[in-house]
């Protein structure tokens, strides 16, 4: 049986079916136009590029396409890439479908939204729960199903759900610590910083910015979602607006996208659990498929370093 391609190494010589999760049309230094294709399974995926295309391969060869390749693993500056040596749609009776190739989150959904609810129960402030149990119900289908991001972090089916698991077991961990926190409002800040990405991304499979994505973004969306929940709860008092706050400061900074910086202790700590769990599984997914003694592929989000690996893991 071969091994996933998350943990394919240089050399490696592959013949399967993968799915195309996006195809991005460039222009090469000879003036012909080719296509990056990221290609994936269950594990993980891989970029290629299809060179000299025609104008009939734009239309072959798109997002949620499976396709049979064959190819080799080979090192470029520092990531991996499948060389195609060749590649086919797969056939409908070859019975492989888009879910078979799609990486998702360790966790069952029902038990992450388990997980999630409980934390939803052990917030005190009636007006903050009440909030977040509404916003939470309203996107419940999408957040179970949703990737975290496009690239980089938790970009699996399910990766905002465990994202945000992740994240709440870390301010359980916290708060312990600094009694001064504002459970409730930690606790909500993180269910609710990132759940505008389910109308700002397009879906779990061939991801991309949907336009309200691109002209609005994921932070303005939630804190107008908090501000018309409120209304439509009635709730009035400043809670609201410390929920939209730690939602529009999450980023950290303007220039990562956030229009306030954090003004709450609670958004302050909400902002590094965020980053620290993002940055946490672009380290694990790298170093998942990295030998002992080794040093992972780059990783771009992370200043372009290379992780090592010890040799007594």
Request: aromatic share 6%.
């Amino acid at each position: 049986m071969q091994k996933g391609i998350h943990y394919v190494k240089v050399g490696d010589k592959i013949e399967r079916h993968l799915l195309i999760r996006q195809a991005t049309r460039g222009i090469a230094s000879n003036g012909k136009p080719f296509l990056t294709l990221r290609l994936s399974d269950d594990s993980g995926d891989i970029e290629a590029k299809l060179w000299a295309i025609k104008p009939e391969d734009e239309q072959t060869y798109r997002g949620k396409t499976i396709v049979h390749v064959k190819g080799e693993v080979f090192d470029y500056r520092g990531r991996l890439q499948l060389k195609i040596a060749r590649i086919r749609p797969a056939d409908e009776q070859e019975q492989v479908t888009i879910t078979d190739l799609v990486p998702s989150a360790p966790l069952e959904k029902h038990d992450m939204l388990e997980q999630v609810n409980q934390f939803v129960f052990d917030i005190e402030n009636a007006k903050v729960q009440r909030i977040t149990r509404y916003l939470l119900k309203k996107y419940q289908g999408a957040f179970l199903e949703m990737p975290a991001a496009t690239r980089n972090h938790h970009e699996f089916m399910s990766g905002l759900a465990y994202h945000v698991v992740s994240m709440l077991q870390i301010a359980k961990a916290l708060v312990p610590l600094y009694p001064s926190l504002n459970k409730d409002l930690l606790y909500a800040g993180v269910i609710l910083h990132d759940l505008g990405k389910v109308r700002e991304l397009s879906g779990p499979i061939d991801t991309e910015y949907t336009p309200e994505g691109k002209l609005i973004g994921h932070i303005s969306i939630v804190a107008s979602d908090i501000r018309r929940a409120a209304e439509e709860l009635n709730i009035e008092g400043e809670e609201p607006v410390l929920l939209e706050h730690i939602a529009l400061s999450h980023h950290g900074k303007g220039e990562w996208g956030s229009p306030k910086p954090p003004l709450l202790p609670e958004a302050e700590i909400l902002h590094y659990i965020d980053n620290l769990d993002a940055k946490m599984n672009m380290m694990e997914q790298a170093l998942d498929k990295t030998a002992a003694g080794q040093f992972s592929e780059r990783i771009p989000a992370l200043e372009n370093r290379t992780f090592y690996k010890p040799k007594n893991e």
